[in-house]
């Protein structure tokens, strides 16, 4: 009788990250999954374009069985197969985020037999999911320290709700992953970052946004040097806006913060809202931010020891993981 794990895609958080994590965990694992209740805490339940061609790439990077993909499906059953390297692309179809489909399929390329080439096409800064910036800037240093490796080119952005963006990664694969011990924030050292445009909105829209994101680091890190510059985005398909910004210690953390513009949105709110999430984490002394948090799960599972880190501000998507963690040992 086939051992398969039956999984709840409604817990906790109850979004796509479950059915990410838990895919990428079954194909590391090479364990049978069913999940159910997909996204059951969404308004919209379902399976949308993004996670379709996440589960898909993943299922083709390990010559997998995938059973119930279709848009809207509240289940799957997954039977993965060994990971063996290679180039394989994926695209949402929309403006659905890039960075989610690397979240999905970089654990899994991270311990491929080879190599692996990812082209990715989609949303590169979209909502309610990490912009490339922040998995750049954030994400891939401290799975350097884990031991990692991610070679990453933006060669297009891609915004919503055209997408159109382009990312090619490179991903060496590992055997084990470093234990890490992360517990001292430390010393703010800098924090810096960018307010970007595209299409027809003006660079001043950029220019306000990071002088509102100035004023407001520096009246409540005063100490510290800030430095927030204003970009345009000559190819990405607009009109679109945002911010990024990444506080740095000398204990080696990196803390995000990030906002998109949008319609009714004043420039003081965008930069507000990414100021207010940077120092939510600084002040709560964080190690790791609850964003990153999300996706350090299998990190800590694949290394040779444990993996420590400071989270004090434990986001119910972490906390949706790693109760799938601690479930997957009990039955193991």
Known sequence: MEDM???DGSIMEGGGQVLRMAVSLSCLLEKPIKITN???GRSKPGLKGQHLAGLRLVSE??????????IDSTEITFRPGRVTGGSYSAETGTAGSVGLLLQVSLPCAMFASAPTRLTLRGGTNAAFAPQIDYTLNVFRPLLERFGGNLQCDVRRRGYFPRGGGLVEASVSPVTQLRPLELLDQGRLVGVTGAAFVAGKLPLRVAESVAAAARRRLRAALPSVPVRVEAVRDPEGAGPASGLNLVAETDTGCRLGGS?????????????????DELLRAVS??????QYCQDQVPWDARMGEGDAVLGCPLLSAVSAGSLFGLADRERAS
Request: contains cysteine; aromatic residues 0%.
């Open 5 to 7: 794990k039956v999984i």
């Open 61 to 70: 990077m390990c010559s997998g069985r995938l059973t119930g993909d279709a």
């Open 284 to 289: 709560a002394g964080a190690c790791v931010d």
């Open 259 to 275: 906002a998109l513009g949008g319609r009714g949105a004043t420039d003081d709110q965008v930069a507000a809202t990414a100021t």
């Open 38 to 40: 997909i996204r059951g």
